[in-house]
């Protein structure tokens, strides 16, 4: 069965932390690996990543995926309180077009 | 440009009864996919439909049935309403190849 999987389910810090989010997979015909941004209702797109090893950067978050060892993280830098929100990521298949696996979510406090 | 919207935006029915949610996707897609997001949970996928047809389905029984009209807006209908039903509706559009999803609010469903 397809299973992706986030750790921690959540974390609290303070402004200027530095964290880093998880997300193993286990997903047959694997294509791609998404992080979204869910504050209130809709998810927002952060990042989409298919390739190993090449990091995707936008301001203070990046992402990177290892397709060897089934897994992402996503590193948010210089926390603030704009950024607490729960954190998703989901996977797609090759033979499912578009659609996505996603995990149970890390949710992020960030503290004044 | 609008993104995706999705209507109403909070619903409360009881056990039984039958409802119906609405998605208008973002202008250019003609994909829509649906997922249910209990509290606490990731979004999970219900169905996607495509040139006004049922192209994927997710792990969900036949009370939750589905529409696309030529303007590729969708409706979600979910009948015998269960108190385990009560969640958060997205609906997501995208090209059909498209690689990326854009969500719209959601429709928060309670049933009681």
């Known amino acids: 069965e397809d299973k992706v999987v986030q750790s921690p389910l959540s974390l609290v810090v303070h402004e200027g932390d530095t964290v880093t989010l998880n997300c193993s997979y286990e997903?047959?015909?694997?294509?791609?690996l998404l992080w979204y941004k869910q504050e209130k209702k809709a998810p927002t797109f952060l990042f989409m990543l298919t390739s190993s090893g090449i990091e995707k950067k936008s301001g203070r978050l990046s992402s990177i995926l290892d397709k060897k060892e089934l897994f992402s993280i996503l590193n948010i830098t210089a926390t603030q309180t704009g950024d607490s929100a729960v954190y998703l990521c989901?996977?797609?298949?090759?033979?499912?077009?578009?659609?996505?696996?996603f995990g149970t979510g890390t949710s992020l406090t960030v503290i004044p | 440009d609008a993104g995706v919207t999705q209507s109403p935006t909070h619903l409360i029915k009881t056990r039984g009864q039958q409802v119906t949610l609405r998605c208008s996707p973002k202008?250019?897609?003609?994909?829509v996919s649906w997922y249910q997001q209990a509290l606490g949970q990731g979004p999970q996928f219900i169905f996607q439909y495509y040139e006004e047809e049922e192209r994927q389905r997710g792990n969900f029984p036949d009370r939750f049935s589905g529409h696309q009209f030529p303007n590729y807006s969708s409706e979600l209908n979910v009948n015998a309403l269960w108190l385990g039903d009560s969640a958060l509706y997205l609906c997501?559009?995208?090209?059909?190849?498209?690689?990326?999803?854009?969500f719209g609010p959601g429709t928060r469903l309670t049933v009681t």
């Open positions: 997903v047959t015909n694997f294509r791609s």
């Open positions: 202008s250019g897609h003609d994909t």
């Open positions: 989901a996977a797609t298949k090759s033979n499912t077009g578009n659609q996505f696996y």
């Open positions: 997501a559009s995208s090209f059909v190849r498209g690689k990326e999803q854009y």
